[in-house]
């Protein structure tokens, strides 16, 4: 047996155990030990140098902890649970699929507009069944390719429109960054500002979301976990995906950088359908739209709008989560799961050490996720907020 499935085996045991009134573990420190051993497990086998967990629901944080260093050198400092993550991928549905849906709000994009309306060098490219919602959906037909360094956002605009659709427009399946390149340029031309200016007003920071932004200043700099490039040089507070360095630091599909506490709050919004703290951010209507289920593949994959429902990356659904629940992960470590039924969401941010791993790594987002509903969901803390023993880090302002 391998050293991996031995400490699964353990996890398993250790959650099987019965809980008795003379059990000298309270509840809260049993979830917490629990969840321990598996983040130490990933550590020791450097799948990741640290991390962040943060499990909660619309009410607010039911556990969050701190896990290991902010890399791998021998003198990182320890991981602290207002570390910032280059988030990657999440970029996809915490800022360019919610404002998109804004915009089609506010009538100022549609999502069966044709993509030829943003992109007139799409025209006569036989592609005038393409819309924005197959964007959204990953069902383009289209494939990432390489950009120009001269002028990356050109080239990308060009070499989608006469790059040949694979398969059907709307039934083929290809998760492609290519789609969500185009939808943050299409806010940009919808708006006339950047997505990382529009997500900050109309999202950050009526969330409160004060650490999360695109191109991080120095102070947040100073707090940044790292990742690592495939030469194994260190990233910290730049963008590890190169598509969108190339594009400046602000891309729609990768290039946020976040906490799991603004994570977190970002996650209570979808929770409670568009309303955070008394205010409106997102109309319910459209967090419905943005989560409810399309059909690819024959119907074998399933994703909303930027959103996984279940699909090849649906790793972090674990198995404790209801069909209607969706989430993300980020090629950086991270991840996010959400469900509607059981009222509960899982961040998971890590300095991810080990790419080649991929099934491993996916283990270890399926086991986090499988874990925490097995101790949050119906908890009796729904509600409460109840933080690990250690002290968390409480930032000016919040």
């Not at 060098?121 to 001269?150: Q, Y």
């Not at 990356?152 to 429109?161: C, N, V």
């Not at 191109?215 to 707090?223: G, H, L, Q, S, Y």
């Not at 925490?372 to 023993?389: I, T």
């Amino acid at each position: 047996m391998s050293f991996f499935r031995r400490i699964f085996v353990v996890i398993l045991l250790i959650i099987s155990q019965p809980v008795f009134a003379g059990d000298s573990l309270p509840n809260h420190a049993d979830r917490a030990a629990k969840i321990d051993l598996l983040l130490e497990s990933a550590i020791t086998r450097g799948l990741i140098a640290g991390g962040v967990v943060l499990v909660g629901n619309r009410h607010g944080v039911l556990f969050e902890r701190a896990y290991g260093r902010v890399s791998s050198l021998p003198d990182a400092r320890p991981m602290t649970v207002d570390a910032i993550f280059d988030t990657a991928s999440l970029t996809k549905v915490v800022a360019t699929a919610p404002v998109i849906l804004k915009l089609a709000e506010e009538r100022k994009i549609s999502l069966v507009d044709p993509l030829v309306k943003w992109f007139p060098e799409f025209a006569g490219k036989g592609k005038d069944d393409l819309l924005v919602l197959n964007l959204l959906t990953h069902t383009s037909g289209l494939d990432d390719f390489p950009l120009s360094a001269a002028n990356p956002l050109t080239s990308a605009i060009a070499g989608a429109a006469t790059q040949r659709v694979k398969g059907g427009i709307g039934s083929r399946f290809k998760y492609a960054d290519i789609n969500f390149i185009l939808l943050g340029e299409m806010v940009k031309k919808a708006t006339g500002v950047g997505l990382d200016a529009y997500a900050a007003v109309h999202f950050f920071a009526p969330l409160g979301m004060k650490d999360t932004a695109f191109n991080p200043d120095r102070e947040k700099i100073e707090r940044c976990s790292a990742t690592i490039l495939t030469n194994r040089t260190l990233m910290v507070g730049q963008a590890q995906d190169y598509l969108a360095r190339q594009l400046g630091g602000v891309a729609g599909h990768a290039g946020l950088f976040s906490t799991a506490y603004d994570l977190a709050r970002f996650c209570r919004m979808i929770l409670n359908e568009g309303v955070f703290e008394g205010g409106e951010v997102l109309s319910s209507r459209a967090v419905r739209q943005m989560t409810a289920p399309y059909f690819s593949r024959g119907g074998s994959v399933v994703r909303g709008l930027g959103w996984d429902i279940a699909s090849p990356y649906s790793s972090p659904k674990g198995g404790g989560f209801s069909e209607i629940s969706f989430g993300h992960t980020g090629y950086s470590g991270s991840s996010i799961w959400i469900d509607p039924e059981t009222d509960l969401f899982v961040v998971l941010l890590t300095s991810r050490l080990e790419y080649r791993k991929i099934k491993e790594f996916s283990q270890l987002r399926s086991d986090m996720s499988t874990l925490a509903a097995e101790l949050f969901a119906a908890s009796p803390l729904a509600g409460e907020v109840a933080f690990s023993h250690y002290d968390r880090l409480i930032k000016p302002g919040k």
